[in-house]
């Protein structure tokens, strides 16, 4: 063992007439290893914000979008083949967007209305049921002679406001209607209702409404058009780099986005806040780094005589700047592992037994969804480490520079 390891070990055991020291030691590893397990939790806490909201968005909204300058276009089959040939496509689905006025015997809401292709959508939306679609599926479809009512899936929460459930009948009003001797007329159609669905995000349950794609066009008056394509991606983190290519591909007056820039701004958020909290939280690290400072400090004063006689005996300056250099790494690693085991423990427990509930009427969620990811816990671990190392230098500098001779004769 080298004897800076040695003599530096040594000194991280205080005697008795150094307990002052060796409390102020223990003080500061027990800083550390709250500043890193508190850094871990909420971290992970976020990143499980930040991952289920993703999930909701995307369980509703698809990877990619391809719509068209100018509006509707009908060539959509050949464009949907074209896409799905490009490297990384999962899958593709036409869809029309519209605005829409619902009224019920209750109530009137608007909503936004897509049309969907049910033997498609299931492959790129995943929070439709093998129910929702079979209902949607069946719409078209009565007995001959007999005049069916098309079918509706809504939002839990638009279905609330109106005073409607499964079963009841509404009615949509759309702005694209047609030219009488009386101006323009709004097309106006009954439905029944065929299912409500929860996503879990209160604008979406709030204002979407799915009918079928056939029954859409009829209504919309738009032949066999659509408004875009919906597009799902094997890796979501890939998308940016499919729609760059399908840009390539299809050009003008095609135009794509990807989720990423569909929800740049709620994202970019949470991103923004995750560091904000990141930095507020490391300056936890920062305080027991200057307890560290502060024992290291002393701890030169109170080995005056010692560093003098090791001086004497012939270590150099750079042998005594690596003693009290790997006492204050010592305690910042020591107080760094307990961090992060405890960081990890809590996170588990959180994880496994839920016991931190949400109100359900504030937070889309009721309990706090944890994530916790390697990358996340070596940066806090790395920056504690950097912050407790930087806290050493000054005193091991100033122990580097004592003069041994006045040390001796005035120590």
Same mark, same amino acid.
């Given at each position: 063992m080298p004897f800076e390891l040695f003599i530096g070990s040594r000194y991280l055991r205080a005697k008795q007439k150094q307990s002052f020291i060796s409390l102020i030691t223990l003080l500061s590893i027990a800083g550390v290893t709250v500043g890193v397990m508190a850094l871990i939790v909420v971290i992970a806490v976020m990143t499980g914000f930040e991952s289920d909201m993703k999930s909701r968005i995307l369980g509703v909204e698809s990877h990619i979008v391809?719509?068209?300058?100018?509006?509707?276009?009908?060539d959509y089959r050949n464009i949907m083949a074209r896409i799905e040939a490009a490297d990384g496509v999962q899958a593709t689905t036409p869809f029309i967007y519209s605005q829409v006025m619902i009224r019920s015997a209750t109530g009137v809401s608007g909503a936004v209305l897509r049309g969907v292709d049910p033997e498609t959508v299931g492959s790129v939306v995943k929070f439709f049921s093998a129910e929702d679609l079979t209902r949607l599926a069946g719409d078209t479809a009565g007995r001959p002679g007999e005049r069916s009512t098309p079918g509706i899936i809504l939002g839990k929460e638009l279905a609330k406001n109106l005073g409607v459930g499964a079963g009841d009948t509404i009615a949509m009003i759309s702005p694209r209607g047609m030219l009488s001797p009386i101006g323009h007329m709004p097309a106006m159609k009954q439905f029944k209702i065929k299912g409500l669905f929860e996503s879990g995000m209160y604008e979406f349950d709030n204002s979407l409404v799915y009918i079928h794609l056939n029954t859409a066009q009829k209504m919309m008056r738009?032949?066999?058009? #659509?408004?875009?394509?919906? %597009?799902?991606?094997n890796d979501i983190y890939q998308a940016g780099d499919i729609?760059?290519?399908? %840009?390539?591909?299809?050009?003008?007056?095609?135009?794509?986005?990807?989720?990423?820039?569909?929800? @740049?701004?709620?994202?970019?958020?949470?991103?923004?806040?995750?560091?904000?909290?990141f930095i507020i939280l490391a300056l936890i690290v920062l305080v027991a780094a200057f307890n560290i400072a502060s024992s290291l400090i002393m701890m030169v004063m109170e080995k005056t005589k010692d560093i003098a006689i090791l001086k004497a005996m012939g270590a150099t300056d750079r042998?005594?700047?690596?003693?009290?250099?790997?006492?204050g790494m010592a305690i910042g690693v020591v107080g760094t592992i307990l961090g992060v085991c405890g960081g990890i423990i809590l996170c588990m427990l959180l994880s496994h037994y839920k016991f931190i509930e949400l109100p359900g009427d504030v937070y889309y969620i009721t309990t706090?969804?944890? #994530?916790?990811?390697?990358?996340? #816990?070596?940066?806090?671990?790395?920056?504690?480490? %950097?912050?407790?190392?930087?806290?050493?230098?000054?005193?091991? @500098?100033?122990?580097?520079?004592?003069?041994?001779?006045e040390a001796i004769r005035y120590g």
């Open positions: 391809v719509m068209r300058h100018g509006g509707s276009f009908s738009m032949a066999d058009t #659509v408004t875009g394509i919906e %597009v799902r991606v729609r760059k290519t399908l %840009v390539r591909d299809l050009g003008f007056p095609y135009w794509i986005r990807d989720w990423m820039s569909m929800n @740049r701004n709620l994202f970019s958020a949470l991103k923004l806040e995750k560091t904000a909290m042998s005594i700047y690596r003693i009290f250099i790997f006492k706090l969804p944890v #994530v916790l990811k390697v990358v996340d #816990v070596a940066a806090i671990a790395v920056s504690a480490l %950097v912050i407790c190392f930087f806290a050493t230098l000054y005193p091991a @500098r100033q122990a580097s520079r004592l003069d041994p001779v």
